[in-house]
């Protein structure tokens, strides 16, 4: 049976994502000092955290779950050194956009001193991605903290958004002639409950009063450093990323299951988008769905996970897509990616999401573009090397790159702008 063609709009931005503290290396900051804290505990807590009731596999599948080094980033991928040898992977896969991260810790690494090399340093990463053809998105803060910042109370602190505006007008003010799409903040509801309500990630608060006062910061964050762009360069797009699940009752006609999927959407969904004033476009990752039964168990189906036990469900992100199309503004897919070491299902989990992703389109929502995450194997925060989310697969003893199967399934895809199903 003859397959069918499903053509992307002209101008579909194609690419992959990464963050500079998984993958660069050489890192100092907040995250670099809790990893050697925390990786004994990490390696020594893995086995009830990973044993096959909770993901579905075998912790002994991924042995290195119980080393030490896993939980420490170290030299990462090498991409510091190697991003020319990582964008010519880029673009061979037929990518035509790439998101990258700046390291804070890097560029400011004492309060209100710029590191001159260090910000040449990533002038010549973006022009290698433009050099390459592929169009730059990068963000600004992807979770880590420079230390003098941590030790004044981080995302809680008072100074944070002021620290924030400093530094994002800096940045604007190197880069406006060769950074048009610009992101702000990286998944603000996700640090925010993992590190001040679960207390998982540092600074490990469980403290929702606290939370509540970063969730503001981080708004006003983006506030500041959305006006400081723009009176850089008024043609600059801004946005800020916003991790979105997909909810829905696990009664369809149950109204406490309704009620339950209703707060849930506002708090992880909603709440954080309501305290931004102003965007340019809408940047969104998509990985979860949660079936919700009254008063906020879930109860997922289950039937095709990722190696982190994740469920895959491709539907999810055209009901948020949907949902999306009430803003009247441009959506980028900025992170959609699974953890699959052996590459068995992520050819299939592209092709599904784009599926929707272009039915989502042909009912008018305004996707302009889709980022894999990720180009390459890299430091999954605390749970360290172990899943695999690359198109990329990375040795992380030689440093070896090796293309996966999937990355050239997707190339076809980047290349004739089109799916066929």
Same mark, same amino acid.
């Given at each position: 049976?003859?397959?069918?063609?499903?053509?992307?709009?002209?101008?579909?931005?194609?690419?992959?994502?990464? =963050?500079?503290?998984?993958?660069?290396?050489?890192?100092?900051?907040?995250?670099?000092?809790?990893?050697?804290?925390?990786?004994?505990?990490?390696?020594?807590?893995?086995?009830?955290?990973?044993?096959?009731?909770?993901?579905?596999?075998?912790?002994?599948?991924?042995?290195?779950?119980?080393?030490?080094?896993?939980?420490?980033?170290?030299?990462?991928?090498?991409?510091?050194?190697?991003? !020319?040898?990582?964008?010519?992977?880029?673009?061979?896969?037929?990518?035509?956009?790439?998101?990258?991260?700046?390291?804070?810790?890097?560029?400011?690494?004492?309060?209100?001193?710029?590191?001159?090399?260090?910000?040449?340093?990533?002038?010549?990463?973006?022009? #290698?991605?433009?050099?390459?053809?592929?169009?730059?998105?990068?963000? %600004?803060?992807?979770?880590? +903290?420079?230390?003098?910042?941590?030790?004044?109370?981080?995302?809680?602190?008072?100074?944070?958004?002021?620290?924030?505006?400093?530094?994002?007008?800096?940045?604007?003010?190197?880069? =406006?002639?060769? *950074?048009?799409?610009?992101?702000?903040?990286?998944?603000?509801?996700?640090?925010?409950?993992?590190?001040?309500?679960?207390?998982?990630?540092?600074?490990? /608060?469980?403290?929702?009063?606290?939370? %509540?006062? &970063?969730?503001?910061?981080?708004?006003?964050?983006?506030?500041?450093?959305?006006?400081?762009?723009?009176?850089?360069?008024?043609?600059?797009? &801004?946005?800020?990323?916003?991790?979105?699940?997909?909810?829905?009752?696990?009664? /369809?006609?149950?109204? +406490?299951?309704? +009620? =339950?999927?209703?707060? #849930?959407?506002?708090?992880?969904?909603?709440?954080?988008?309501? %305290?931004?004033?102003?965007?340019?476009?809408?940047?969104?990752?998509?990985?979860?769905?949660?079936?919700?039964?009254?008063?906020?168990?879930?109860?997922?189906?289950?039937?095709?996970?990722?190696?982190?036990?994740?469920?895959?469900?491709?539907?999810?992100?055209?009901?948020?897509?949907?949902?999306? /199309?009430?803003?009247?503004?441009?959506?980028?897919?900025?992170?959609? !990616?699974?953890?699959?070491?052996?590459?068995?299902?992520? #050819?299939?989990?592209?092709?599904?999401?784009?599926?929707?992703?272009?039915?989502?389109?042909?009912?008018? &929502?305004? *996707?302009?573009?889709?980022?894999?995450?990720?180009?390459?194997?890299?430091?999954?925060?605390?749970?360290?090397?172990?899943?695999?989310?690359?198109?990329?697969?990375?040795?992380?003893?030689?440093?070896?790159?090796?293309?996966?199967? =999937?990355?050239?399934?997707?190339?076809?895809?980047?290349?004739?702008?089109?799916?066929?199903?």
């Amino acid at each position: 049976m003859e397959k069918k063609t499903l053509k992307f709009p002209d101008g579909f931005l194609w690419g992959a994502a990464t =963050s500079a503290h998984q993958i660069e290396g050489g890192n100092t900051n907040d995250w670099s000092e809790w990893e050697k804290k925390s990786a004994e505990r990490l390696a020594k807590g893995a086995e009830a955290k990973w044993q096959a009731r909770k993901t579905g596999q075998p912790s002994s599948k991924f042995p290195e779950m119980f080393d030490q080094k896993n939980y420490i980033s170290g030299r990462a991928c090498d991409h510091y050194n190697r991003y !020319g040898e990582d964008f010519d992977i880029a673009k061979s896969l037929n990518l035509n956009a790439f998101r990258i991260s700046i390291e804070w810790s890097r560029i400011e690494p004492k309060e209100g001193e710029f590191n001159e090399k260090e910000i040449e340093h990533y002038r010549k990463v973006i022009e #290698a991605i433009r050099a390459r053809g592929m169009e730059p998105f990068v963000t %600004l803060w992807h979770w880590t +903290l420079p230390l003098w910042l941590s030790e004044i109370g981080g995302v809680s602190s008072k100074k944070f958004p002021l620290c924030f505006e400093r530094y994002s007008q800096k940045m604007a003010k190197e880069y =406006s002639n060769i *950074v048009k799409y610009w992101l702000t903040l990286n998944e603000p509801t996700a640090v925010t409950s993992m590190g001040y309500l679960s207390g998982v990630w540092p600074p490990q /608060k469980k403290n929702p009063i606290l939370a %509540l006062r &970063v969730f503001k910061n981080l708004g006003r964050s983006h506030n500041a450093a959305y006006k400081e762009i723009h009176q850089v360069s008024s043609s600059a797009q &801004v946005g800020f990323v916003n991790i979105l699940n997909y909810f829905d009752p696990f009664k /369809k006609k149950s109204y +406490l299951d309704k +009620l =339950s999927v209703g707060l #849930a959407n506002y708090f992880s969904n909603k709440k954080f988008f309501n %305290l931004t004033n102003n965007n340019d476009f809408l940047a969104v990752d998509y990985y979860f769905h949660h079936r919700l039964k009254f008063p906020a168990k879930e109860n997922n189906a289950n039937r095709n996970i990722t190696d982190l036990g994740w469920e895959i469900y491709p539907e999810g992100i055209y009901h948020i897509l949907k949902d999306y /199309k009430k803003f009247n503004l441009p959506i980028f897919i900025t992170e959609n !990616g699974l953890a699959d070491a052996k590459d068995e299902k992520r #050819a299939k989990f592209i092709r599904e999401h784009l599926l929707w992703v272009h039915k989502a389109i042909s009912e008018g &929502v305004d *996707v302009h573009g889709y980022f894999h995450w990720s180009l390459l194997d890299n430091f999954e925060w605390d749970k360290g090397f172990w899943p695999r989310f690359g198109l990329v697969e990375i040795d992380y003893e030689t440093l070896e790159r090796k293309i996966r199967p =999937s990355a050239l399934e997707y190339k076809k895809i980047c290349e004739t702008n089109t799916l066929k199903i």
